[in-house]
């Protein structure tokens, strides 16, 4: 065998054997937002968590691609000092009125029944901001259980 390939072998097998197991302490989530019929244009959605103190813990995703409107979901902008960093390489199109929208990730274990709610907020342009549309305990009897919006969102389910 090449002494040389032999320690870089090694070295790949441990950190295999290593991070191996922590990715199997995450779970599938599916978000499934049935989008009201609200008459104007497609929404923005802002889907982070916050921990059981109400501090910010992170962003999930966001529906709608230009920074300049994320100042409209106001409380995940308050939370995130409006950081576009937060959402770069999660973020999708907004979301049309009466459309659904279906996403889903991979969420730490860890996070489940120990106090973290999902929230969304919403936007659209030309009408009100809805911030805190949606505020869901990550906990394990909401999975699946489908609630209703405040203003742009007819309902929201997280399944896990």
Request: proline share 4%; hydrophobic share 45%.
């Amino acid at each position: 065998m090449n002494p040389i390939t032999t320690p870089l072998m090694v070295t790949a097998a441990l950190t295999t054997a290593l991070t191996a197991p922590v990715m199997a302490f995450a779970r599938p989530v599916t978000l499934t937002a049935n989008m009201a019929n609200y008459g104007g244009r497609g929404a923005y959605l802002a889907v982070y968590l916050t921990d059981a103190a109400g501090a910010y813990a992170g962003s999930l995703w966001m529906a709608g691609g230009k920074a300049k409107y994320y100042r409209h979901l106001s409380d995940w902008a308050r939370l995130t000092g409006g950081d576009p960093s937060q959402v770069d390489g999660i973020t999708g199109a907004s979301v049309g009125a009466g459309r659904k929208l279906e996403l889903t990730m991979d969420v730490a274990d860890a996070l489940f029944d120990a106090g973290y709610t999902l929230h969304v907020d919403a936007a659209v342009e030309d009408m009100r901001d809805s911030p805190n549309e949606i505020a869901l305990p990550l906990d394990s009897a909401n999975s699946g259980t489908a609630v209703q919006g405040r203003l742009y969102i007819a309902d929201f389910a997280a399944t896990y």
